[in-house]
T-cell receptor, first 110, second 114 residues
Framework: GQNIDQPTEMTATEGAIVQINCTYQ??????LFWYQQHAGEAPTFLSY????GLEEKGRFSSFLSRSKGYSYLLLKELQMKDSASYLC???????????FGRGTSLIVHP | DSGVTQTPKHLITATGQRVTLRCSPR?????VYWYQQSLDQGLQFLIQ???????AKGNILERFSAQQFPDLHSELNLSSLELGDSALYFC?????????????FGPGTRLTVL
């Protein structure tokens, strides 16, 4: 199976920057998603990376290195509402169904 | 609001029973995906339908089945329910079956089996 590794939990201070890492097995890689999920709610789409590099979207950016099997989600100017779980999901070649990691629970405190 | 709707929002039932969860995709989307999310397993893909036909199958138990109707809404049927089936069930939709499609998730149905 596909191993997708993310830290279980992170904490950060309001106004700060936090980087959430995701590593995966590179064989057959065909795209990586980041989703945000507040407790008990639906995952909401944040970003999609299929080529190497940084994609910036407002306060959120996502980076991908295909050769290293590595991605990160960067959240700037943290707000209390950013407290949520962040899910990394990877597509493998031949299957367009993404496999989700267990998610990283981010706690933003004042 | 993703545009994907799911009913009911909450469902409480007993072991051995059968339930049906319903999903309406975003307007224009042809693909529907079902996921199960429990505390110890994370988000697990169950099954995908595209334009009425089964497209991909994940970790779906034989006690579970799904279908997509001509109007593109989908139903997930769970039978002979067990305590371990208690979870959040999400439906997601996308425009087509292709690898570039992003999935948009509905609000989920919380199933509690007592």
């Amino acid at each position: 199976g596909q191993n997708i590794d993310q830290p279980t939990e992170m904490t950060a201070t309001e106004g700060a920057i936090v980087q959430i890492n995701c590593t995966y097995q590179t064989s057959g890689f065909n795209g990586l998603f980041w989703y945000q999920q507040h407790a008990g709610e639906a995952p909401t789409f944040l970003s999609y990376n299929v080529l190497d590099g940084l994609e910036e979207k407002g306060r959120f950016s996502s980076f991908l290195s295909r050769s290293k099997g590595y991605s990160y989600l960067l959240l700037k100017e943290l707000q209390m509402k950013d407290s949520a779980s962040y899910l990394c999901a990877v597509r493998l070649g031949g299957s367009y169904i993404p496999t989700f990691g267990r998610g990283t629970s981010l706690i933003v405190h004042p | 609001d993703s545009g994907v709707t799911q009913t009911p929002k909450h469902l409480i039932t007993a072991t051995g029973q059968r339930v049906t969860l319903r999903c309406s995709p975003r307007s224009g989307d042809l693909s529907v995906y079902w996921y199960q999310q429990s505390l110890d397993q994370g988000l697990q893909f169950l099954i995908q339908y595209y334009n009425g036909e089964e497209r991909a199958k994940g970790n779906i138990l034989e006690r579970f089945s799904a279908q997509q109707f001509p109007d593109l809404h989908s139903e997930l049927n769970l039978s002979s329910l067990e305590l371990g089936d208690s979870a959040l069930y999400f439906c997601a939709s996308s425009g087509g079956p292709a690898a570039t499609d992003t999935q948009y998730f509905g609000p989920g149905t919380r199933l509690t089996v007592l």
